[in-house]
């Protein structure tokens, strides 16, 4: 090799990861003997030396986790991310966070920062755009790195883990068919964006089987988005007497936007949102949702990434966490 060894290359050859080698070095009883021995076997074929020193001046990067979110402004994102640190501190590890907006030049930029900054492992909610800027650099830096309620790249490189979106929009619908509905619209979320796809899959499949035409109303998730709808709805599609939401803060736009109209939400206009945001319960009328059972997700995740660090037991390409139907006033018929 004409130049000298890295953590990297001990790692690439082990077939462990970067933060793997580290805790070999750092003598930790968390790793596994054989991995011990196939980690100390690569760095003699490769002739690595360490560098204690340079360890120590690095040493206060330990056990940092690099928490990247494409909207902390959504509470949904807020408290997955809110969840996922608390159940990191409480195994004695510090969690950096940073919010993208659904740029994803940002996205690659804070990244690329967090790397330098000798993070231990990357969990990601990934904006849209330009994935080889964050993805390829997260692998040359051989960081464990998990995608978690988006997938944008391949999820045998990158493993992918996110509540069952069809299955919430398949027991919405399925709700809304049993309360009386007719005719049945979906309402936000991006066109080709995979995670729309998903949220609508459920949805989609429930009306077919009824021999039922669907309706997308399709944008920008949001209250702004939600409230635009309902006038929509009311003007456009009069035929419409039920609506699942992309999200909750779509739904609660809906139900600011019905109010205006004077469109009563329950017996005239049936909506379930998606998620089950604290706001849900404290709408008038209470929305109902899809349970995602968010704080869960994030304390799941935390588990699953220390378990790769600490024991190097590498996720499932995927992972699909279990969701609920939490039915409220807005989509009863009595």
């Known amino acids: 090799m004409d130049k000298r060894p890295t953590i990297i290359d001990v790692a690439t050859l082990a077939g462990v990861s970067k933060s793997t080698v580290s805790l070999v070095l750092q003598q930790s009883p968390l790793v596994k003997d054989q991995t011990r021995q196939d980690v100390r076997r690569a760095m003699s074929e490769l ?32 408290e997955f991310a809110t969840s996922l640190q608390m159940a990191l501190s409480a195994r004695g590890y510090a969690t950096v966070i940073a919010n993208t907006d659904e740029d994803p030049g940002l996205q690659a930029q804070v990244v690329g920062a967090m790397l330098e900054h000798s993070v231990s492992a990357l969990i990601v ?38 509540p069952d979106y069809p299955e919430g929009s398949r027991l919405a619908t399925e709700h809304l068919l049993a309360q009386g509905a007719k005719a049945i619209a979906f309402v936000g979320g991006l ?44 003007r456009d599609h009069g035929q419409i007497d039920a609506v699942l939401c992309f999200n909750d803060l779509t739904a609660l736009g809906l139900l600011t936007g019905c109010a205006e109209l004077g469109r009563v939400v329950g017996p005239d206009l049936k909506v379930v949102g998606f998620d089950d945001i604290e706001d849900c319960a404290q709408a008038f009328p209470a929305l109902s949702s899809v349970r995602c059972d968010i704080a869960g997700f994030g304390r799941a995740m935390a588990e699953t990434v220390l378990n790769w660090l600490e024991k ?23």
């Open 312 to 334: 190097d037991q590498r996720p499932a390409p995927e992972t699909v966490t279990p969701v609920t139907l939490v039915p409220r006033a807005s989509s009863l018929a009595k």
């Open 125 to 162: 909610s990934p904006a849209y755009g330009a994935e080889s800027a964050t993805f390829d650099a997260i692998a040359r830096a051989n960081v464990p790195a998990l995608q978690v309620l988006r997938r944008v790249v391949d999820s045998t490189r990158f493993p992918f883990a996110a």
């Open 191 to 234: 066109e080709g964006r995979a995670v729309t796809q998903l949220r609508m899959s459920g949805f989609l499949a429930a009306l077919a089987a009824r021999g039922l035409q669907p309706l997308h109303l399709p944008g920008r998730p949001g209250r702004a988005f939600g409230r635009e709808a309902a006038h929509r709805l009311a």
């Open 47 to 78: 002739g690595y030396v360490y560098n204690r020193a340079a360890a120590n001046l690095r040493s206060a990067n330990a056990g940092l986790i690099g928490l990247v979110i494409n909207d902390l402004r959504n509470p949904f994102f807020t």
